[in-house]
């Protein structure tokens, strides 16, 4: 079940008082086949189907994808000098955000037909969809609201982890009324109170690669949820597996059926 946190009666605290994280870590359920040639931006599931979008210039992709096989089975490739970032789904449209060329481009979820194509200021790392707002990152310690009909701001919230900002917040999925997000370089995943702007728990996602795996690989970066089925999934850039996970306290011994 996603992870509820009561919210702090608090809006304003100071760094003394600021509530701390709750210290969480992964368990992995399962693992299921990834292309490790897919530099992955953004991730998000829509009835059992995984879509995903990669970066890297001349390589940026929107791709839907066989959750159980990992093949690629539909795909649009993003022209140079445009570099693919994160993807989510808000009606019908998929909105997709790129580096720094300031593009967001919006498809069609039936056919990856473009629809529109947005200009913004600054760089684009993270979006997702709470049903009325889309939340983006631009690898700042900030969250921007955005307008779906047509990508006009409406404001940003800056995110604290346990009373200082938190920089370099990357992919993001809302669930449950909370904004899960990478953190790049790092194996943390944030989840966040984007009302309060506070992080609520600091998960622990290292360990997943060894050996030649994780030597080959780049950073943790990807998560998706699963609203039909109560699923968890997470991957990284150019990882070979996609894993579904859950979340536990720090302090639960791994389950020795994972082992």
């Known amino acids: ?6 919210a702090s009666s608090k809006s304003r605290v100071t760094r003394s008082e600021a509530p701390r994280a709750t210290r969480m870590r992964v368990e992995v359920l399962r693992t299921l086949p990834h292309d490790t040639d897919a530099f992955t931006q ?8 995984l879509f995903e979008s ?70 684009g790392w993270g979006i997702t969809f709470d049903g009325e707002r889309l939340i983006m990152s631009d690898g700042s310690a900030y969250l921007e ?15 604290r982890l346990d009373g200082h900002p938190v920089d370099r917040i990357n992919e993001l ?26 992080v609520e728990a600091l998960v ?3 360990g997943l690669l060894t050996g030649v795996a994780r030597f080959r690989a780049d950073v943790l970066n990807g998560i998706a949820y699963d609203e039909d089925g109560d699923r968890l999934f997470i991957t990284g850039k150019l990882w070979p597996k996609l894993y579904e996970i859950r979340i536990v306290p720090r302090s639960l011994e791994p389950s020795k059926e994972n082992l």
């Open 145 to 159: 609201f955005r307008d779906p009909k047509d990508f006009s701001s409406l404001g940003r919230k800056e995110i």
């Open 204 to 206: 622990d996602a290292s």
């Open 173 to 198: 999925e809302y669930i449950d009324g909370k904004v899960y997000a990478n953190r790049w370089k790092t194996d943390d995943i944030l989840i966040i109170d984007p009302e309060r702007g506070v």
């Open 42 to 49: 953004g991730l998000f599931i829509h009835r059992g189907r």
């Open 1 to 6: 079940e996603p992870l509820r946190l009561a």
């Open 54 to 123: 990669t970066g890297l210039v001349g390589k940026s992709s929107l791709r839907e994808v066989d959750l159980d096989t990992g093949r690629v089975l539909r795909k649009v490739d993003i022209p140079a000098p445009h570099f693919g970032e994160g993807i989510t789904l808000a009606g019908d449209s998929i909105f997709m955000l790129t580096w720094q060329t300031g593009a967001v481009f919006r498809y069609a979820l039936e056919d990856f037909r473009l629809i529109e194509t947005y200009e913004i200021e600054g760089e």
